[in-house]
Every structure is written in C-alpha cells, then in structure tokens.
C-alpha cells in the first residue's frame, strides 16, 4: 500500500529540456518540496503542442497519484479542463487565468514594463523587442508589456522591431540579425530570455557593434549561463525555483482540503541592472 504522497509534474519538451533552464529550475523547487514533504514525484516530459497523454498517461488512469502539477500548458486551456474534468487535484504554473483555475504565476506583464521603463528612462526611443514562444502565457505577456511601455511613453510601435525568437538560440539570432539590418536599427532591444538576449549580444558583435555602447540590451531570467557573457546582462530575475516549491506545497495542501480554492497567486519579479545598457549615443 502507498504510504507516501505521490505527484506527477508534467513538463513541456522545451529545447534539450535537460538543460532548460526554465525546467530545470521548476525541477528543481518542486524537488525541494518533495524532500520536504517526503512525497514521491513522477516527471513526465510531454510534446509542447500536442497535449492527448495527458490524458493518456498510464499513471492518470491509476490510483497512484494524488495530484498533478504542470509546469506549463502552451495555452492548451481545452485538454488542461479534460483533466480538471476528471476530478484529480492539479495546480498549473507559469499561467494566470481568469477562470476558477488553480494557479501560481510570475508578473510577467509588470516585469517587462519595468524592463522597458528603464531603457526609456536611459533615453532610448528606438527599442525593439525579441519575443519569446508565443504559444506560451509567459511569451504572449512579456510581449504584452513592451508594448504597454511603449505605448505609456508615448513611442512608436514599429512592426518591424517586434521580432520573435521563441525562446530558442537560432530563432533569436536571426531576429536579431533582422534588427541590426534595419536601415534605422534600435538602439536597444527587450529580448524575453537570456538565451535570446546572448544571442543578440554575440551577433552584434560579429556586426562590428558594441553592447552596450552602440547597442543596449535587457534579458529576461537571470540564467546563470549569463556570467560567460562578454558583458553583465541586465535582466529580470524570476523566482522560478521559488515557484516549484510553493507549486508543490500547495498542491499539497489542496490534496489534504486544507487550501482555500480557487488558488492564485502572483509572484514578483526584479530587475538587476548590470552593464549591457547605457545611454544612447547622439544621432548624427
């Protein structure tokens, strides 16, 4: 008979997923909180697009979980209310919803503004934006809220400064070497990762460009990948870690009926300023 708690933690197959750094971090909380809690947790690693095992896992179909965690959906609302349909208790991460669906999320929305504040606030006007998947809550917002900055300060949205580069290295280094070929090229550019915002910084040194003298730049996570850059990332540190631990714990709690439902909860995100953004230099 099982003694313990055990819990399935769905992960979407992110590129080379083990060495994601968004899954390995989730990985990693709700690790914590399983020694915690001495619970059992079955990771089951699930196409980013297609969605049927969650209904199909074996595991769903058996009296050996008591709860399932995802650690995202891609916007599939419509399978995630299959699953919720079944009864099993069940937390979502990396999403916030209007309806009565239990999740934890990071401000995203809020944090890219903040990161686009202070590249207006340093005097850029010319800023573009490398998006992350916009298959994602996370991507869809992030972008959300560089253009929310732009609009608040009053500067022209241009088309062709919105680039999307999914979160994946390749994507994003062709984004940015649509950007930096513009005849009238940002001065700096809100990209939705670091992986993305690396990219940026090693293509435009191979344009001849510095960062941040010619070309300020702004990532998104705080990966440590970020410390072999030529130049400190300015970034927005996201409590993921924090948000696999608090993921579990409440799930927790809500199998045990001692959580108030619907759960939602907001976590903060912080901008750490480093050197890859200064002032523009003077048009000519």
């Known amino acids: 008979m099982k003694k313990s708690k055990a819990y399935g933690l769905i992960v979407p197959r992110f590129e080379d997923v083990l060495h994601s750094f968004y899954a390995s971090e989730i990985i990693k909380g709700v690790s914590l909180s399983a020694s915690h809690l001495k619970a059992d947790v079955l990771i089951h690693?699930?196409?980013?697009?297609?969605?049927?095992?969650?209904?199909?896992?074996?595991?769903?179909?058996?009296?050996?979980?008591d709860g399932i965690l995802f650690a995202?959906?891609?916007?599939?609302?419509?399978?995630?209310?299959k699953v919720i349909a079944r009864g099993i208790p069940y937390l979502v991460l990396n999403n916030n919803f209007s309806e009565d669906i239990n999740c934890i999320s990071i401000d995203n929305e809020k944090a890219a503004i903040e990161a686009v504040d202070y590249l207006v606030k340093l005097g850029h006007?010319?800023?573009?934006?490398i998006a992350g998947d916009l298959h994602t809550q996370a991507g869809k917002v992030r972008l959300k809220g560089y253009?929310?900055?732009?609009?608040?300060?009053?500067?022209?949205?241009?088309?062709?400064?919105?680039?999307v580069g999914g979160f994946l290295r390749t994507p994003a280094r062709e984004a940015a070497k649509k950007l930096l070929h513009l005849h009238q090229k940002p001065t700096a550019i809100f990209a939705a990762s670091d992986v993305m915002a690396l990219e940026a910084v090693d293509f435009a040194r191979k344009e001849g460009l510095s960062v941040?003298?010619?070309?300020?730049?702004?990532?998104?996570?705080?990966?440590?990948?970020?410390?072999?850059?030529?130049?400190?990332?300015?970034?927005?540190?996201?409590?993921?870690?924090?948000?696999?631990?608090?993921?579990?714990?409440?799930?927790?709690?809500?199998?045990?009926?001692?959580?108030?439902?619907?759960?939602?909860?907001?976590?903060?995100?912080?901008?750490?300023?480093?050197?890859s953004c200064v002032k523009p230099k003077k048009d000519k």
């Open 147 to 163: 253009k929310e900055a732009m609009a608040k300060h009053s500067l022209e949205i241009k088309d062709e400064y919105i680039t």
């Open 212 to 275: 941040p003298r010619d070309l300020s730049i702004v990532g998104f996570d705080d990966n440590p990948i970020a410390m072999y850059s030529s130049v400190g990332l300015t970034t927005v540190r996201q409590p993921i870690v924090e948000m696999g631990q608090l993921g579990l714990e409440t799930l927790d709690q809500i199998t045990r009926g001692s959580a108030v439902l619907p759960i939602k909860t907001v976590l903060p995100a912080k901008l750490v300023l480093r050197e």
């Open 72 to 81: 995202d959906i891609n916007g599939d609302k419509a399978t995630l209310m």
């Open 45 to 65: 690693i699930t196409e980013r697009l297609e969605h049927e095992d969650w209904l199909s896992w074996p595991v769903l179909n058996s009296n050996y979980l």
């Open 125 to 129: 006007k010319r800023i573009a934006t």
